[in-house]
Nanobody
């Protein structure tokens, strides 16, 4: 299985922005629909956004995320991104990437994630 390395998280005030990166190795993300997930303290991991292998189809989990986040893929760099704007305290979570589980099994080992903390 492939490996994933998430980065770009941090502490930001509400209304701020962050850009998360997910560098893959061992497998080419171009072969898979990919997604960002997050897990807030005490909650289960949930999907945030997904993007098809070509980038043609993009889905966001909620209306709120759809109008604040942008999922981007660069297959040449084997990297997935999540641009997050207008961050809210409710976005505080550990963020992970992996293949989109709606399309099949997880094709990558889970990375360590990157922590996003939004202060009010």
């Amino acid at each position: 299985q492939g490996q994933l390395d998430e980065s770009g998280g941090g502490l930001v005030q509400a209304g701020g922005s962050l850009r998360l990166s997910c560098a893959a190795s061992g497998r080419n993300i171009s072969d898979y629909n990919m997604a960002w997930y997050r897990q807030a303290p005490g909650k289960e991991r949930e999907i945030v956004a997904s993007i098809s292998w070509s980038g043609a189809n993009i889905n966001y989990a909620t209306y709120s995320v759809k109008h604040r986040f942008t999922i981007i893929r660069d297959n040449d760099k084997n990297t997935l991104y999540l641009q997050m704007n207008s961050l809210e305290p409710e976005d505080t979570a550990m963020y992970y990437c992996n293949s989109d589980h709606h399309s099949g099994p997880y094709y990558f080992n889970w990375g360590k994630g990157t922590l996003v903390t939004v202060s009010s």
